[in-house]
């Protein structure tokens, strides 16, 4: 059966190097990947699915917030990442999130992020690491939960920003100590989870290749024309 094929965004300064770690870990779920970088085409008929990756914050000019001096922007991409995510849920297919990625979905989809979060979350541990030396606990009941397990996980992070008000058709699917949201997901189809950390540098765990294997799913199922989340759920519910 022909793997699934997965749009990949990346950073141009960066991507080089994430890109090839985000392509293995769909690999090893059954997928394929394509790199993505603003100003060169990226079109969603194309692919069965849809992962938005780490980089630059996102400018607060798309959701009316205050731009703070220490932000390193790429408008280019923001203008691209938004529209894809935009597109996907217009054309009913699946999206990850990955840091930067996570925030986006919630951005496209009407949120607004919080551009200093270790400042307004101060009992939040900051780390700057692709190590899992951060804590963050998955809320009982999500499909996260389903996916990965409950319970406390160990992650990375590199990121100074998060989610502060949720978009439309998302909840909370995990928070980390000081109560700084980790992981957003949607309620329904298309299949979409975004999480804060960098999971295609932790493809060594089993909680982190589900994610991947998640997606892989849904995009199946979108392009079979099925249910996503009830493919996922028959998955995630199967024996590994």
């Not at 990625?101 to 400042?119: E, F, K, P, R, S």
């Not at 030396?133 to 999500?142: A, I, L, Q, S, W």
């Not at 995009?219 to 996503?228: F, L, P, S, V």
């Amino acid at each position: 059966m022909t793997r699934p094929l997965i749009g990949v965004t990346t950073s141009a300064r960066s991507g080089w190097r994430i890109f090839p770690l985000v392509a293995f870990n769909l690999w090893i779920a059954g997928g394929k990947g394509v790199r993505w970088v603003a100003g060169r085409p990226a079109d969603l008929d194309d692919v069965d699915g849809l992962i938005i990756g780490g980089g630059d914050d996102i400018s607060p000019d798309l959701y009316g917030g205050q731009l703070i001096a220490s932000a390193r922007l790429d408008t280019a991409r923001d203008a691209m990442e938004r529209r894809l995510v935009e597109g996907a849920m217009a054309r009913g297919k699946p999206v990850l999130g990955i840091c930067r990625g996570a925030q986006m979905i919630n951005v496209a989809l009407g949120g607004t992020l919080d551009q200093d979060a270790y400042g307004t979350y101060t009992a939040s541990r900051k780390v700057w690491t692709v190590l899992p030396k951060k804590t963050v606990t998955v809320c009982d009941g999500t499909r996260l939960d389903e996916i990965a397990g409950d319970g406390p996980m160990r992650v990375n992070a590199l990121h100074s920003q998060a989610v502060k008000d949720l978009g439309t058709g998302l909840r909370v699917a995990a928070h980390d100590e000081g109560g700084m949201i980790q992981s957003v997901e949607r309620l329904t189809d298309p299949f979409a989870l975004g999480v804060q950390w960098h999971p295609e540098h932790l493809f060594y765990a089993r909680r982190q290749r589900a994610l991947f294997r998640a997606l892989v799913t849904a995009a199946r199922a979108c392009r079979d024309e099925e249910g996503q989340i009830a493919a996922v759920d028959a998955e995630m519910a199967a024996p590994s």
